[in-house]
């Protein structure tokens, strides 16, 4: 019996190393029961509203930042982070509300100012900024770094700020100071971050602050002041049908759905496709009397947007007027970076495959081709024909794959989801 002591010394060994395994410092911290995963396809190349261009980014860029006015799904543009706005020839005055910072302070004039020159400084190259801000008077001096600030841009006491054009203030410019992409950034965010900026300093008016970021994996939020749930989670997922199946298992309870995507959604999850209203319609615009201008095919109008989208968008007009011309078979021309365009122009080619041909463009080509009278008709929203006719064919709308947990969500102009609109079922 003595010699039989050694096996449980050596379990003793064994469950030593266990034994001194430290306990955790922290406790796991749990998801709050209300927040909100959202699926994106890409990780963000950047977290600055001035350089975003893809859904992630726009996600980012809407909900912790806001530009000074904001653009309404009727298209409507109302003021948002300005109390009040006067028009007075070349200047436009801005009342700025001092609302709270996410990182300690409010909004006041001078970081506006601040903000507004900020995508121009070469550090930051905003093409589209650049774009916006051309008619403020010294925007080109900031661009080509002689420097920092806006000359056009001028204090007139502590909320205040005063925007000076080169020509008379139009709506025009106003509509351009709500694109995210001069969202209100204040400038101390890039210069004490750094490099880093994006990790240490995102701190706008939005309400969320970033807590983590995953490279290729997750990126988490947290909500510091507003509605909306506690925690946002945006989580990369390698495509779309694992995206449905993360919601089909409710793991990812909100999904962007491209145009073209909705035909691969399973019947059963169809009516959890929202269609979330964004500022525009989409139009047939033809050129009236045009010697090589094609045969319009008769065709519901309705049907043939039902049959795009399934019937999650309702078309605008039901019947093609009768005054329509006729001719050789048609060819529709439409912009490749019009996703819903480019579907309703693919489906109608689908529907009369012997009267319709489509032919996708960048939106400069199909602008020349118009312009220069070299098409029939194209899909879009802007007239440039000389003698251009528009038919009303959609309205257009973000689509998105939306769990049952979630009783609403709106959109931004730009078709990110509003993290502040959304309300849980109990």
């Not at 008709?377 to 947990?405: C, E, N, T």
């Amino acid at each position: 019996m003595r010699g039989r002591w050694w096996p449980w010394l050596l379990l003793v060994l064994a469950l030593v190393p266990a034994l001194l395994i430290s306990k955790p410092k922290q406790s796991i911290q749990m998801a709050p029961a209300d927040s909100v995963t959202e699926a994106i396809f890409h990780n963000p190349a950047t977290l600055d509203p001035a350089l975003a261009s893809s859904g992630s980014e726009w996600a980012v860029a809407s909900n912790v930042f806001e530009p000074l006015f904001r653009l309404e799904p009727d298209g409507q543009v109302l003021p948002n982070l300005v109390s009040h706005d006067t028009i007075n020839g070349n200047v436009l005055t801005l009342d700025i509300r001092p609302v709270a910072m996410v990182g300690g302070g409010h909004l006041t004039a001078s970081i506006v100012a601040a903000a507004l020159a900020r995508p121009l400084w070469p550090s930051v190259h905003s093409a589209v900024a650049a774009q916006l801000l051309a008619p403020v008077q010294g925007s080109t001096a900031v661009i080509k770094g002689k420097t920092p600030f806006l000359s056009g841009v001028s204090l007139v006491n502590s909320q205040t700020v005063a925007i000076h054009l080169t020509h008379p203030v139009t709506t025009a410019f106003v509509q351009a100071l709500a694109n995210p992409a001069l969202a209100i950034v204040p400038a101390s965010d890039l210069l004490r971050g750094g490099s880093d900026w994006q990790l240490t300093n995102l701190f706008g008016t939005g309400g969320y602050r970033i807590s983590n970021w995953v490279p290729n994996g997750m990126l988490t939020f947290r909500r510091e002041s507003g509605r909306g749930p506690t925690r946002i989670s945006l989580v990369v997922v390698p495509s779309f049908q694992q995206a449905v199946l993360s919601v089909q298992n409710q793991a990812v309870q909100l999904v962007p759905v491209q145009p073209d995507q909705v035909g691969s959604i399973p019947q059963k999850l169809l009516a959890d496709v929202r269609s979330l209203p964004v500022p525009g319609n989409l139009n047939l615009i033809y050129r009236a009397g045009a010697k090589n201008v094609s045969t319009y095919p008769r065709i519901s109008v309705s049907d043939w947007v039902r049959a795009s989208f399934r019937g999650r968008i309702a078309g605008l007009q039901g019947n093609w007027p009768a005054a329509l011309p006729g001719g050789r078979p048609m060819t529709v021309y439409v912009n490749q970076a019009m996703p819903e365009a480019v579907q309703l122009a693919q489906t109608l080619a689908r529907l009369k495959p012997h009267q319709v041909t489509v032919r996708v463009v960048s939106l400069t080509q199909l602008e020349t081709l118009a312009k220069n009278g070299q098409i029939g008709a194209y899909i879009g929203q802007v007239d440039w024909f000389k003698r251009g006719v528009s038919m009303p064919l959609a309205p257009l709308r973000s689509l998105w794959l939306v769990s049952p947990s979630i009783a609403h969500v709106a959109v931004y102009a730009n078709g990110a989801a509003d993290w502040h609109s959304l309300t849980l079922r109990p």
